[in-house]
């Protein structure tokens, strides 16, 4: 694919995404929508601006069919299991660093409005309604995934490889990716940087796609989300409750440095 540059494609990301925000704004503003319902919107209208452009500019079509094209060898599809697996440590790994810093400055009683939480019959309830549906499985499983790394991995990582190298590169995307996920920013640039490994170790956007998937499979609210949300009942301030946190924190600060090198 030719023409535009990385920070063309990384602006009319953001611009897209800025548009959503407004129109999830008036939703919630004027229609008195409830949260769930306009995050859905907010969504729908961005992965939709996404489609509509890839499909209507001929040279980003040409260029995303072909990425698709290149088959998963099967050597690969072991990788892509222990891959997002692994990744799973990650948003529970930022969890173990903000209780070790919570620990460290004598205030592990802040934790709770420190850490993303749920309630968990809140969340039950969210998960099971239809917008709940839509939003977790539709979009989060299937089409978030595959419009991301479209975006993300196939178009704005090759544009900037081009330019400066798959270092240069991996960074700035995996920046962009971040600040595109403005609650968890760190959490979703260590992605963008497992995404881009993969990326590279398999040399097709499968890979990447079918990680993104499962990894939002896991630590949805059915599954490891639970344990990543879930607070109640906890003794906050014994530094054991927090062991998976800490555990996974040694974990990726081992692996992603590894699994970056391997690559």
């Known amino acids: 694919m030719t023409g535009a540059g990385g920070f063309q494609i990384a602006f009319l ?24 319902s306009y995050e859905m919107l907010g969504q729908i209208i961005l992965f939709s601006l996404a489609i509509v452009t890839i499909l209507a500019i001929s040279p980003i079509r040409r260029f995303c069919r072909e990425e698709l094209r290149r088959p998963l060898l099967p050597g690969g599809r072991r990788e892509v299991a222990i891959v997002t697996l692994a990744k799973v440590a990650i948003p529970f790994g930022i969890a173990g660093a903000v209780v070790l810093g919570a620990f460290a400055s004598g205030e592990p009683g802040a934790l709770p409005s420190k850490l993303m939480t749920n309630d968990p019959r809140e969340a039950w309830k969210s998960t099971l ?79 990447s796609i079918l990680v993104h998937m499962g990894f939002n499979m896991l630590v949805s609210w059915p599954l490891f989300g639970q344990l990543l949300t879930t607070i109640e009942g906890r003794d906050i301030n014994r530094m054991s409750t927090w062991s998976l946190e800490l555990a996974s924190l040694v974990f990726i600060a081992v692996a992603l440095p590894a699994y970056l090198a391997m690559s």
């Open 13 to 36: 990301i953001f611009a897209f995404q800025f548009l959503a925000m407004l129109v999830t704004r008036f939703a919630a503003t004027k229609l008195g929508w409830p949260r769930d």
């Open 129 to 207: 309604s239809f917008a709940g549906f839509v939003r977790i499985v539709i979009l989060g499983f299937i089409i978030g995934p595959i419009v991301e790394e479209l975006v993300f991995r196939g178009i704005l990582y090759r544009a900037w490889e081009r330019q400066w190298g798959w270092m240069p590169s991996l960074i700035l995307t995996s920046a962009c990716f971040g600040l595109y996920h403005p609650t968890h920013v760190i959490s979703a640039a260590l992605a963008s940087v497992v995404f881009i490994c993969i990326l590279r170790r398999t040399g097709t956007l499968r890979a």
